[in-house]
């Protein structure tokens, strides 16, 4: 059985554009070492990494060299809203930044998903629902405010919620053992 093959050059390419929009590459007058070392790394980065992986969830090894490589496209994505987290871009930039990580998630999990996730990517319903609560949240991040108290408290709750669904997605479950038959002359009191 081979595995399924992965468009590497397109994915690789979003990925790319994914890092640089992420890392803000303003040109200013006179640009500084770190302003041109970041985008350069973030490029070769995104070269290695974002191609998506097939081969998941088996374990090959526990060295971290492996498990680097073998979740690299999920360091991928965290690393890119981490990079944009610590700029403040413009409306249009985290758009554009929103849009792309959006595109790069949907298909590298259609492509590691195999036939199935290529089925539920072509559904218009999936992709149109996704883009339509990052723009909500998107909506709601650049929203003006006023500065009132409830805001940081808000922004709190929603960070635990967000923790706690993605805690509750990726915590191991054990299968559940199926109850034995009762007999039918056996009273629930019993």
């Known amino acids: 059985m081979s595995l399924p093959q992965v468009p590497v050059w397109p994915v690789r390419g979003l990925g790319v554009a994914l890092a640089l929009a992420a890392c803000d590459p303003a040109v200013t007058s006179s640009p500084s070492m770190g302003d041109v070392l970041t985008p350069l790394a973030a ?3 995104a070269w290695w990494a974002a191609p998506p992986l097939v081969r998941r969830p088996v374990q090959y090894s526990a060295r971290k060299a492996a498990l680097l490589s073998q979740h690299r496209n999920t360091v991928f994505a965290v690393g890119c809203v981490v990079l944009a987290a610590f ?3 413009p409306v249009w930039l985290a758009s554009c930044v929103t849009a792309l990580l959006l595109t790069y998630l949907l298909i590298v ?3 590691a998903a195999g036939p199935a996730g290529i089925r539920q990517l072509r559904s218009r319903h999936i992709p149109l629902t996704a883009y339509g609560a ?3 949240v998107l909506f709601a991040a650049f929203a003006p405010s006023d500065g009132s108290a409830w805001g ?3 922004a709190a709750v929603a960070v635990c919620a967000t ?3 993605v805690g509750t997605a990726l915590w191991p479950r054990r299968p559940r053992t199926p109850a034995a038959p009762r007999s039918r ?3 629930p009191t019993e």
């Open 43 to 45: 490029v070769v980065l």
């Open 87 to 89: 700029s403040t871009p």
């Open 109 to 111: 999990d259609a492509c």
């Open 134 to 136: 990052s723009g909500l």
């Open 152 to 154: 940081p408290a808000v």
């Open 163 to 165: 923790a706690y669904a």
């Open 185 to 187: 002359d056996e009273s």
